[in-house]
């Protein structure tokens, strides 16, 4: 049988608590026995011990494993000398050296989660948000200047190949879809500022030409002023969004919230050849060490490995604990101690996490009870 590896990084804040909640759940699955779990530091806990906040070992084991599962990193003020944060380094370096282009962040209100949008109910929300995650206004992190801390340039960077290979990944994604909740229909929607930037009248240019392939699919178009409106008012119209780098990190934070929270919204960040999964939330620092951190987006993200690994190599016994972990999940979030303070309930991390390890050993059904 063949077993996976998986590279663990644990990171800073509440990194440490969802990550294990993560793992507590992948090794109550039925295929506990197929993953091997080995941990590497990287953070900014890390950098104030060692001076490095992604060291080589990590950056090696992250690559040779079969999976990277991730907590969150970051402690705010730990930064380098030129202000910028060293927590994220982990996570950022990680996307262009292994080329993890493009950043998947489903968003859907499940069953037992209130929207803070009016009147919306399970089925209404359930888009994916499809992230550029290796170019744009990110890739010039560590690259820009400051001239004499008189001046700083950070520059917008987009290729064909890096537009034609997202916008790709949205449309196939579409295919595989039923469509938005709204009406039906299989729809991406290009999200930039094509009305101001070149870079972004690019992007949309690119966005259309490869959209001329998939005739099935429409195509729809927003400016990302615009989106943040329209994600309040009408989620249910949307199906697949693609957006630029920068737009894709402030966007979805957006979306988590109309689904409840930031702790709610998984995210993968896959490239052809390697895949890497933490929540779409960061480290949480106020939070952290408390005991009372959402960890269904870190355990939805390790869900979404299962699936990943499983179509990569064709094992459905993952394919199938990864459904087992999503139903569990919804099954915990529809039980009376299902939901964490930030869902507006009182139950904690572990207790969560229980539910849904409980929902796992007997067969999810009775999880609800
Ligand atoms: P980053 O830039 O690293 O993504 P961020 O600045 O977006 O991080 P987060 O750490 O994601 O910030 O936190 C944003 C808000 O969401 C904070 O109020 C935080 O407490 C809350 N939050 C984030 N993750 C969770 C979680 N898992 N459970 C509960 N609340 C969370």
Not at 266 to 278: A, K, L, M, R
């Amino acid at each position: 049988m063949k077993t996976y590896e998986i590279a663990v990084v644990h990171g800073d804040g509440i990194g440490p608590e969802v990550c294990q909640a993560a793992i507590d759940v992948l090794k109550a699955t039925p295929v506990a026995n197929a993953l091997s779990f080995v941990e590497y530091p990287a953070g900014a806990g890390h950098y104030l011990k060692v001076g490095n906040a992604f060291p080589p070992e990590t950056h090696a084991g992250c690559t040779k494993a079969d999976a990277i599962l991730h907590g969150a990193a970051g402690i705010p003020g730990v930064t380098y000398p030129d202000g910028t944060e060293t927590g994220i380094e982990f996570g950022l370096q990680l996307r262009f050296q292994l080329d993890l282009y493009a950043n998947v962040r489903p968003i859907k209100l499940r069953p037992g989660v209130t929207s803070r949008l009016r009147d919306r109910k399970t089925g209404d929300i359930d888009y994916v948000i499809l992230r550029e995650n290796t170019e744009g206004l990110y890739a010039a992190r560590g690259n820009g200047v400051n001239l004499r801390d008189e001046l700083a340039v950070d520059s917008l960077v987009v290729t064909r190949k890096g537009i034609e290979r997202i916008c790709r990944a949205a449309f196939e994604l579409a295919r595989k879809r039923n469509g938005a909740p709204g009406d039906g229909k299989r729809r991406v929607t290009c999200c930039d500022k094509a009305n101001v930037l070149r870079t972004y009248a690019f992007f949309r240019k690119v966005f259309d030409e490869v959209g001329e392939h998939y005739p099935d699919i429409e195509k729809d178009y927003a400016y990302a002023d615009a989106m943040t409106v329209y994600l309040l008012e009408r989620p249910e119209h949307y199906d697949v969004i693609v957006m630029e780098n920068m737009f894709g990190d402030i966007m979805s934070d957006l979306a988590a919230a109309t689904v409840g929270s930031m702790g709610m919204s998984p995210s993968s960040e896959i490239g052809d050849h390697h895949g890497f999964f933490q929540a779409a939330h960061g480290s949480a620092p106020t939070i952290a060490g408390q005991n009372i951190a959402n960890p269904y987006g870190t355990i939805l993200s390790a869900g979404s490995m299962l699936q990943w690994l499983g179509e990569r190599h064709n094992d459905p016994r993952l394919i199938d604990a990864a459904d087992l972990i999503e139903r569990s999940v919804e099954a915990a979030m529809m039980a009376p101690d299902g939901l964490t303070r930030d869902l507006g309930g009182r139950a904690t991390t572990s207790g969560v996490t229980a539910l849904v390890v409980k929902g796992l050993a007997n067969g999810v059904a009775t999880a609800a009870q």
